[in-house]
């Protein structure tokens, strides 16, 4: 199956998501327009969750780093009371 999907590609001038994506939007009578566009919203979607996945993820390790801190303080602190 796979082999004749890259057949119709390489006779389309296209690449295999391409061919795909143009079955798929024939197959539900939609806009070949239409589909590419919502790929690309999701794409652009998709990117922006991963750069505030990332920015969350280097704030969580912010937040750790300070709470070691605030523990080691508190711990010595603490030390320094009993003494």
């Known amino acids: 199956m796979l082999e004749a999907l890259d057949a119709r590609a390489i006779l389309d ?3 295999r998501t ?9 197959y539900l009578e ?4 239409s ?5 690309n919203l999701l794409e ?3 990117e922006k969750l991963h750069e505030q996945v990332q920015l969350t993820e ?8 300070q709470f070691s801190e605030l ?3 508190v711990t010595m602190f603490i ?3 009993k003494k």
Request: proline share 3%.
């Open 58 to 65: 280097e704030r969580t390790d912010l937040l750790e780093m």
């Open 35 to 39: 589909v590419e566009d919502r790929v």
């Open 13 to 15: 001038d296209k690449d």
């Open 71 to 73: 523990s080691r303080l």
């Open 30 to 33: 939609l806009p070949e327009d």
């Open 79 to 81: 030390g320094r009371q």
């Open 18 to 26: 391409q061919v795909i994506r143009e079955a798929i939007a024939r």
């Open 44 to 46: 652009q979607g998709i």
